[in-house]
């Protein structure tokens, strides 16, 4: 009888060791779920200050924020009168410095063909080949100058680098700019991504390519099945966690900014 009770104690442990092992498993199971999920916002597909380069008066205005612009549309133009104005004096340099380069090659030219035949000395051909020399490095430095106005007054129109939303505008009809001065703040926002932190524990489980599960909360609650596109190698030292962005599908009503959760699958 009592080697009954002794073999019945001995079963009774072994079924609790495993009921308290199943129990570990699934409290570390989840664990992982709950680390798997993390929160985060909806980020622009790329964001941009555009700044002045230059000082002038801000003759017009084309775009207010929440309206959107094609790559290379207008969104600011500055008065010109002075920049062009300097473009057309470089050129008229320019045209001189050529015109003397040209004439210093010829005289050159003559030189040597003087000296051939014995009627001049070799230090004037020497002086001429100097003063070609000269003539064509001023030639250089005009079409350098030619080239920086034209670059000055290309900066007086502020245009988008991209198909863009304009965020915030910074500037009016009649405000004076100066160099690096910020203007407009545009946000591309033909693809969308979700930007979020994952635990250290986790992020060598996430993988470029991944799907995973994207809830925003003013949807509601709807889920957008997104994509891992970027695991940052770089982690916070503090919180030891690492961004993670997620591709987003078109979804009409999913702004920057709107606050949401991600899950991600195995």
Avoid: C
């Avoid at 779920?33 to 622009?44: C, L």
């Amino acid at each position: 009888m009592k080697r009954i009770k002794s073999v019945i104690l001995v079963n009774m442990k072994i079924v609790l060791f495993v009921f308290v092992l199943a129990l570990a498993g699934t409290a570390q199971a989840r664990e992982l779920s709950a680390s798997r999920i993390a929160t985060g916002v909806v980020a622009p597909n790329r964001a941009v200050t555009l700044s002045a380069k230059i000082m002038g008066r801000v003759e017009q205005v084309t775009r207010e924020e929440g309206e959107t612009v094609k790559a290379g549309g207008l969104l600011l133009s500055i008065a010109d009168a002075e920049w062009r104005a300097g473009l057309l004096s470089a050129q008229a340099a320019l045209a001189r410095a050529d015109a003397e380069y040209s004439y210093k090659k010829k005289m050159e030219a003559k030189m040597k063909a003087l000296f051939e035949q014995r009627t001049v000395s070799e230090d004037m051909v020497d002086q001429a080949a100097l003063d070609a020399e000269v003539a064509r490095a001023s030639l250089q430095s005009a079409e350098a100058s030619v080239a920086l106005a034209q670059t000055r007054l290309d900066e007086t129109h502020i245009n988008a680098p991209f198909d863009a939303v304009v965020i915030n505008k910074s500037a009016e009809v009649g405000q004076m700019t100066a160099p690096g001065q910020p203007l407009f703040v545009i946000e591309d926002h033909s693809r969308l991504k979700f930007r979020t932190a994952v635990k250290e524990r986790d992020v060598t489980a996430i993988k470029p390519g991944q799907k995973a599960r994207v809830t925003i909360d003013a949807l509601g609650g709807a889920e957008l099945k997104g994509v891992v596109a970027k695991v940052i190698p770089s982690g916070d030292p503090v919180t030891h966690s690492y961004t993670v962005e997620i591709s987003l599908p078109p979804r009409k009503g999913v702004y920057p900014g709107m606050f949401g959760k991600a899950e991600f699958g195995d």
